[in-house]
């Protein structure tokens, strides 16, 4: 993603509001870029998912959705998420 000026990329938005903000919601990156690079950037300042629009379909994304939704299974997801960054 280019920004804009004066806007901000995505990946400044993340850092944000993990490091910044302090904030836990998940994030999903919903984007046409297809890089390794830039998965494991996202994932790395904090991104719980990261689709590509041209290879996913609505019933995933809608599975996905419904995933992150639920406080019991956002809780499990940050849990691992954070033990894997520990360990």
Same mark, same amino acid.
Do not use: M, W
């Given at each position: #993603?280019?920004?804009?000026p004066?806007?901000?990329?995505?990946?400044?938005?993340?850092k944000?509001? /993990?490091?910044? %903000?302090?904030?836990?919601?998940?994030i &999903?990156? +919903?984007?046409? *870029?297809?890089? $390794?690079?830039? !998965?494991?950037?996202?994932?790395? +300042?904090?991104?719980?998912? #990261? %689709?590509?629009k041209? $290879?996913? $379909?609505?019933?995933?994304?809608? /599975?996905? !959705? @419904?995933?992150?939704?639920?406080? *019991? &299974? @956002? *809780?499990? +997801?940050?849990?691992? !998420?954070? %033990?894997?960054n @520990?360990?």
């Amino acid at each position: #993603y280019l920004p804009s000026p004066g806007q901000s990329d995505g990946f400044e938005v993340i850092k944000t509001i /993990r490091e910044d %903000l302090k904030l836990t919601f998940p994030i &999903v990156v +919903l984007t046409n *870029f297809v890089s $390794e690079s830039l !998965i494991d950037c996202a994932y790395t +300042l904090g991104a719980n998912a #990261y %689709l590509v629009k041209t $290879e996913i $379909e609505a019933t995933h994304l809608e /599975r996905i !959705i @419904r995933r992150f939704s639920n406080p *019991f &299974v @956002r *809780f499990h +997801l940050s849990l691992s !998420i954070f %033990l894997s960054n @520990r360990f």
